[in-house]
């Protein structure tokens, strides 16, 4: 089995296009989304139409929920940047609709899959213990092992960050694929693909020149 993961798309649908581009000519059979899918890029209801269309299996990033369960009214801006995010927020809610708002709202918050060696794959937005605090790439064994929660996970596949790593802690393989939409420096967007097998697991990851 190969999955096409993605996190981070931020409404970016372009950027979103060019990774299932390069993962179609590599194949895949399934997409998982990690979160983080909508606000606040330019494209959100294009993003939402192509996770649809190729059927992904998405878990809740920090973003998703606040669409669900905010009302932008009631929020006040300190300055212009914050007046322009409420707005775009506003905005992204009016071009989703209700239905996709609540199916937003919806989300679970982690899925595990088990794979083909007997191991479980646990995809989470930020880290088990909380999906709101990613792991991250400088972070010390104990800090990492501190968001490994008590959810059984042999490979992690997370987000959150936006910077993509790979690495191994307390016996579970962290998998952080990175931001198709806010990539840091931009330029790029970022994924990987997993593959599994009765015999383990196989990491590549993409980084894919917009």
């Not at 996709?100 to 083909?116: D, F, H, V």
Request: with cysteine; net charge negative; aromatic share 4%.
């Amino acid at each position: 089995m190969r999955f096409l993961c993605v996190s981070d798309i931020h409404g970016h649908a372009r950027a979103f296009e060019a990774v299932l581009e390069e993962a179609q000519s590599h194949g895949f059979d399934q997409l998982i989304a990690c979160g983080d899918l909508v606000f606040p890029g330019p494209e959100p209801l294009a993003v939402w139409k192509l996770l649809v269309k190729h059927r992904a299996l998405c878990v809740q990033g920090v973003s998703d929920r606040a669409l669900a369960q905010i009302d932008p009214g009631k929020l006040s801006a300190t300055s212009e940047h914050e007046r322009e995010r409420i707005e775009r927020f506003r905005q992204i809610q009016t071009e989703l609709g209700e239905l996709i708002i609540t199916r937003l709202g919806k989300l679970p918050s982690r899925a595990e899959l088990p794979i083909e060696s007997g191991h479980t794959m646990l995809v989470v937005h930020g880290s088990p213990a909380d999906p709101t605090e990613p792991f991250t790439i400088d972070m010390t064994d104990d800090e990492a092992i501190a968001l490994l929660g008590d959810v059984p996970g042999d490979i992690i596949i997370c987000g959150g960050s936006h910077v993509p790593f790979e690495r191994h802690v307390a016996d579970t393989h962290i998998v952080n694929v990175g931001s198709v939409g806010e990539a840091p420096g931009g330029g790029y967007a970022s994924a990987a693909l997993v593959s599994t097998s009765p015999t383990g697991i196989s990491v590549r990851p993409l980084s894919v020149q917009l």
